[in-house]
């Protein structure tokens, strides 16, 4: 069974980026599409991000041009690479794919940004 852990979350300021990482382990992850969600305080889990196995990435609107979805596959590992960062991205980032209808998620990572 494949399990994900997320990193890479901490506070930053208003105009500021981080990278994300969700590394899988139990098995490989090259074949799967992967997606990243994140859920705001007091709020539901949003999708962000998704980028599938051939490398095609989507993004949610807000996101757009600031966040980009990446994969190596070679370590097992997808990145959020989260730029010009405002409060209103502040949430525990989830990575998450599905595998045969079981929706697999990781633990989450914190990112809050504020001055």
């Known amino acids: 069974q494949v399990q994900f852990v997320e990193s890479g979350g901490g506070l930053v300021q208003p105009g500021g980026s981080l990278r994300l990482s969700c590394v899988a382990s139990?098995?490989?992850?090259?074949?799967?599409?992967m997606n990243w969600y994140r859920q705001p305080p007091g709020k539901q889990r949003d999708w962000v991000a998704t980028?599938?196995?051939?490398?095609?990435?989507y993004y949610v609107g807000s996101v757009k041009g600031r966040f980009t979805v990446s994969r190596d596959n070679a370590k097992n590992t997808v990145y959020l690479r989260m730029n010009s960062l405002n409060p209103e991205d502040t949430a525990v980032y989830y990575c998450?794919?599905?595998?045969?209808?079981?929706?697999?998620w990781g633990q989450g990572t914190q990112v809050t940004v504020s001055s």
């Open positions: 139990g098995s490989g992850i090259s074949i799967y599409t």
């Open positions: 998450m794919t599905r595998i045969r209808d079981n929706n697999i």
């Open positions: 980028i599938g196995n051939e490398g095609n990435t």
